[in-house]
């Protein structure tokens, strides 16, 4: 059985955890037979945005406390999840990747990523264990180890990200919701999902092939050990 670690940053797409994307990652490796753990930051959100309106209410909540309402409370503190104990690595996306794991959405192509997130992407590359990437991630996984692996990775086709990709090291392909770009030297496999305001089938179309990539590449490492 493939054991994956699930990274979420809250819950809901303007300053959590896009759900859909959390959602459907979380299928795809359980059809496929996947042992999935999930794991988020114990820090204050940066803010809280009122999903109805789009405006910052004036609150204060914990990520990891909001990651568990996808999770449906099984989930763990990210200082918990240790390399050594996955095959593979895969982040949903939603702005709070960009605003919890890190500070992309307000720095960009100067973002920092978590440390404690940064270790574990860096711990996962350096045992040649694969890691998926959904929506905004890509962009993230690129601020934490693009000065190291130089990654291959899409967020579609949104230049300003893109173009904070490629400052941040990585190189950016385009590509359609429905697909996914396969870096095979770094084993990172990425996908645009909701960066493409997209129908919900195509979004979910490129996740599950993030899925599969990601489970295959995992399964052939464990047969190569």
């Known amino acids: 059985m493939t054991n994956v670690a699930v990274v979420l940053s809250g819950c809901g797409h303007l300053d959590g955890a896009e759900i859909r994307e959390s959602v459907l990652t979380l299928l795809y490796l359980d059809q496929r037979g996947a042992e999935v753990q999930c794991f988020a930051p114990d820090v204050p959100q940066k803010h809280v945005v009122n999903h109805l309106t789009g405006e910052e209410a004036v ?9 568990a309402r996808i999770a449906r409370g099984n989930i763990k503190p990210l200082s918990e999840a240790k390399a050594d104990d996955f095959d593979a690595l895969i982040i949903p996306g939603g702005f709070g990747v960009a605003k919890n794991l890190s500070d992309l959405a307000f720095t960009g ?8 997130f940064k270790a574990l992407i860096e711990a ?3 045992q040649k264990k694969p890691i ?3 929506c905004i991630a890509p962009a993230v996984l690129t601020a934490a180890v693009g000065q190291i692996c130089k990654p291959l990775v899409t967020i579609g086709e949104d230049k300003a990200t893109a173009d904070a990709i490629q400052a941040l090291g990585g190189t950016h392909q385009s590509a359609p919701s429905d697909a996914c770009v396969s870096d095979e030297k770094n084993r990172i496999v990425t996908c645009s999902a909701y960066m493409r305001n997209d129908r919900l089938a195509s979004i979910a179309k490129g996740i599950e092939r993030v899925v599969e990539k990601v489970l295959n590449m995992a399964q052939a490492a464990r047969k190569a050990a």
């Open 124 to 126: 996962f590359l350096e």
């Open 132 to 134: 998926g990437a959904i």
């Open 59 to 67: 609150e204060q909540r914990n990520v990891l406390a909001e990651a």
């Open 109 to 116: 192509p100067k973002a920092t990523v978590l440390p404690e």
